[in-house]
């Protein structure tokens, strides 16, 4: 493929610069100019220069020899660096009877003590036909040498070795010299490239087969090919330099010219050719195949090698002289590519130089600038487009915003979407850019485009502010926004019958609840009838599928964020001011056993207000039967409250009782002037509260005339008689308040009261002489025990009821033991140790309970007879601010223990009045 080349653009995108002896002005590099140099190869940081004296030589990074060693007796005329393995390959004549071409192998790992690398091996080649090509694959697995007659010697196997070497001859080509051989590398294949004088051709090499393959019918000079860092083969001849791949020719370049030689130097083609007005001089001319442009020309005065390292290009000239190419930055190539608005070149070198995305984002925008500052609004809009991703959408944006530029700015945001780059604005903006264009067909095809990235609810909200209903509702439908599309079908086109169609078809019970939820009153304020039975569907679907949701979300391991849980709370709006249908739908919630505290209660109240309708008494029998149903989940205290408002005073009366308000009962029955329920309330409920006789009482004496309630008043009278509620003084008083009250009414009372408090007066004075008596004659024991004598009349021991032999023991209790019966514990009574114990832990319990002040105000505070309370303490001794001697016990003193404890006594008993219920 030929064209013309007059687009490509010349640069100087390399400086050349003459190598220099160091310290000498401007002479050239005097050791490299005495090499009579045949060859040259790079790598490793090296670069390796064959002479027709057959040595080596090495030339580091300042361009100084650093060794050199002699590899052959006469001319080197190949040498070649396998960069993977460190290995040097060479070919040169060694002075025989004739001179003999000679392949050797060195490793330059090594290095032997005379200074030279050590030798691998050594192969000796054709004597008659010399080399005029080799070629190495690149982990030297196989060497490849093109004779001038046509022939290629394949050396294979181990040729580190001489032993084990495989040679293999191809006759490529009778008596046509070879002047070019690559091997080419793929995965689990290798090529090797051919070229000769008249044809190119690429064989596929094989453990144990070769298969050839001609790609052109004309060939090169030697030197006039080269391997580009892609694997393609380079040919450099007059009419153009040619592109070669396994599958056959490429592109070309068609830049005449007479080619001498042809190097690769990274993307770029290094091509020596003769200068048309010198012959003296060649021609340097370094071509970008991948970007089209002439990166340096130059010219040069008889070029014979040219090598690259270090990145440099090296140009070896006859005279002996070295010249060095230095690319120049990329930002450097860039900046002039900008001044000579060359944006195309500039963004492909940046992309060749692996420039990032925003680098060449910015030159996508400097062109489109530039082409926006020309007017080329259509070509700057394809440069934008370029940016997406990288450059803010509002750069662009503004710059179209004129109406004449609305195309464009069309263009423009269809990519950002196209991009998913566009936010809600963006979405906005293109409908509103469709919608003044009129352009339906690409509305309609913007929205029905399914793999489109763009905020959907935003093209919905433009459509409808349009009015291009359709186009919303197909978008709302396809997308599955199901709150748009009902939103759209009511609010706009008041379609509630297609709404509930639609809710019903939903793929889930939970989405038709939240569109229920949301849209459920617009539909019921049309069709309560049918939006009802679609919500009683809804909810019952809603059961199951919450059922398995929550069994599902138990077996997992790792929960998802649950959906909302519905209730039939969030649909009780939905017939708002519609009581009938509200009615009929908090029913069915709690046949379907879904109600909540909220359904009860809301229930309550309509049954409960008179606008609801119907027949008041059977209103009432379902409130009734509301509140008294075990399964209702009423708020009590709400329903009192509706309940009173309401003026329904059966409910009020069963919620009294079950939240045992029974002086509220009372108190209703009072209100309602219900003397005979006042008293069967106290009969009720007295045992849980007797101060409502105590509140009954108050309530007669208040009447007037009181001896119209005088069968009530007796009844109160005999009750607080019996339970002992009041002192007879304070029922008097309160009986006192009233003016019509007489001493007939209460004289009964009264004697009962003071007959009975005579009978009690008498049974205390008893009892009191009975403890004076029993406290002298202790106290008169105790005078004995301690100042008299004892006499001991026991004939038995206590424990073997043998006679009593001395030695013995008499204890105080009044028992006898043997000595060797009591087992060593003489100072006890076994008998009475017992009764001894447990007096000692009572005592010491006494004592703990002293300590406990609040315990003892606590009981005094909730007694009824504070008195007693009192007495108890003082009984137990906790009011003593002494030590307590303990008594002595059944075992005497003689046989029994004495102690005392310490306390933090109570405060004294005088201090107590206060505290207690009484003067």
């Known amino acids: 493929k030929t064209g013309q080349m007059s687009h490509w653009k010349p640069f100087q995108f390399f400086s050349a610069d003459l190598v220099k002896e160091s310290g000498s002005g401007n002479e050239p590099n005097q050791e490299l100019k005495k090499l009579q140099i045949t060859c040259c190869s790079s790598g490793r940081g090296q670069i390796l220069l064959g002479d027709l004296l057959g040595n080596v030589h090495f030339v580091e990074r300042d361009l100084k ?292 995305k925003a680098a060449i984002t910015e030159i996508y925008r400097k062109y489109g600038d530039h082409l926006y500052g020309k007017g080329d609004f259509d070509g700057a809009i394809v440069q934008y487009i370029k940016t997406i991703g990288s450059l803010e959408p509002s750069y662009v944006i503004k710059k179209f915003l004129d109406a004449q530029r609305i195309l464009n700015l069309t263009s423009y945001l269809q990519k950002l979407h196209e991009a998913g780059e566009a936010n809600a604005n963006h979405t906005t903006l293109l409908l509103n850019c469709y919608t003044k264009l009129k352009s339906e067909k690409e509305l309609s095809e913007f929205v029905s485009k399914p793999d489109l990235n763009f905020d959907v609810e935003t093209a919905i909200k433009v459509c409808r502010q349009a009015q291009y209903y359709e186009h919303a509702l197909n978008l709302a439908r396809r997308e599955g926004e199901h709150n748009w599309f009902l939103k759209i079908l009511l609010e706009d086109l008041n379609k509630p019958a297609e709404a509930l169609k639609y809710i019903v078809a939903l793929p889930s019970a939970w989405d038709a609840a939240d569109n229920l939820h949301k849209y459920g009153k617009l539909t019921a304020a049309s069709l309560p009838e049918d939006t009802l039975g679609v919500l009683k569907s809804v909810i019952t679907q809603l059961q199951q599928e919450q059922a398995q949701q929550s069994s599902q979300s138990q077996r997992r391991t790792v929960a998802a964020r649950p959906k909302r849980k519905f209730t039939v709370d969030d649909f009780i709006h939905v017939f708002v001011n519609q009581t009938k249908w509200l009615i009929s739908f908090l029913e069915f919630s709690i046949d379907q056993r879904v109600g909540t505290q909220l359904v009860y209660n809301t229930l309550l109240e309509l049954y409960l207000r008179e606008e609801s309708g119907g027949n008041v008494q059977e209103r009432e029998d379902k409130a009734m039967g509301l509140l008294t149903s075990p399964e209702a989940q009423l708020d009590e205290s709400r329903a009192l409250v509706l309940c009173q408002i309401h003026k329904f005073k059966p409910g009020v009366l069963y919620l009294y009782e079950k939240m045992k308000l029974y002086n509220e009962i009372v108190q209703l029955r009072m209100d309602s002037n219900e003397h005979e329920a006042v008293i069967q309330a106290c009969k009720k409920y007295g045992d849980k509260d007797p101060t409502l006789w105590i509140k009954a009482l108050t309530y007669f004496a208040n009447k007037t005339p009181l001896e119209s309630c005088r069968r009530e008043v007796k009844e109160v009278l005999q009750y607080i008689q019996q339970q002992s509620l009041l002192p007879p003084l304070q029922v008097i008083q309160i009986l006192s308040q009233s003016g019509t009250a007489t001493l007939g009414l209460i004289k009964e009372y009264i004697s009962s009261n003071l007959i009975r408090e005579q009978k009690s007066i008498e049974e205390d004075n008893r009892a009191i002489r009975q403890y004076r008596e029993d406290t002298e004659k202790a106290a008169e024991e105790i005078k004995a025990l301690r100042t008299g004598a004892v006499i001991f009349q026991q004939m038995k021991c206590g424990i073997c009821q043998r006679d009593l032999d001395p030695p013995a023991v008499h204890f105080l209790c009044m028992h006898s033991f043997h000595l060797g019966c009591l087992g060593g514990n003489e100072n006890e009574c076994p008998t009475c140790v017992v009764e001894i114990r447990n007096f000692e832990n009572l005592q010491k319990t006494l004592q703990e309970k002293s300590h406990q002040h609040e315990e003892f105000f606590r009981q005094l505070e909730s007694s009824s007879d504070g008195f007693s309370i009192v007495a108890k303490y003082f009984g137990r001794g906790v009011f003593s601010s002494g030590p307590t001697p303990a008594s002595s016990g059944p075992g005497g003193a003689a046989g029994g223990r004495r102690g005392h404890a310490e306390s933090q006594s109570l405060p004294p008993i005088e201090d107590l009045r206060s505290a207690l219920p009484f003067d």
């Open 65 to 356: 020899v650093s060794f050199a060693f002699p590899a052959f007796s006469q001319t080197i005329t190949f040498i070649h660096v396998v960069k993977e393995r460190n290995l040097l390959v060479t070919i040169g004549e060694e002075s025989e009877e004739a001179l003999v071409p000679t392949l050797k192998i060195w490793d330059l790992n090594k290095i032997e003590r005379d200074g030279e690398p050590e030798l691998l091996s050594v192969i000796k080649l054709s004597k008659t036909f010399p080399a005029t090509a080799m070629a190495c694959s690149p982990n030297l697995s196989m060497i490849a040498v093109g004779l001038v007659n046509g022939t290629i010697l394949l050396f294979g196997g181990d040729v580190l070795r001489e032993r084990q070497t495989v040679t293999r001859t191809i006759t490529h080509e009778v008596n046509v010299p070879v002047t070019g051989l690559f091997f080419h590398e793929e995965p689990k294949k290798l090529a090797l490239y051919v070229a000769t004088t008249n044809t190119v051709s690429v064989y596929q090499i094989s453990r144990d087969d070769m298969k050839g393959n001609k790609l052109d019918d004309k060939g090169c000079d030697i030197g006039c090919c080269v391997l580009s860092d892609d694997g393609e083969m380079v040919m450099g001849r007059r009419e153009a330099i040619y592109f070669y791949n396994t599958m056959g020719i490429g592109p070309c370049m068609a830049f005449e010219g007479e080619r001498k030689l042809l190097g690769w130097f990274r993307n770029y083609c290094v091509s020596v050719e003769q200068a048309q007005s010198n012959v003296k001089f060649n021609a340097v001319t370094i071509y970008e195949p991948r970007n089209k442009f002439i990166a340096f020309t130059g010219s040069f005065e008889g070029v014979t090698h040219i090598v690259s390292e270090w990145g440099l290009v090296f140009i070896f000239t006859k005279d002996g002289r070295v010249h060095q190419l230095v690319e120049k930055d990329t930002q450097t190539k860039l900046d002039t590519l900008f001044k000579r608005h060359l944006y195309p070149t500039a963004i492909e070198l940046a992309t060749a130089s692996n420039y990032d």
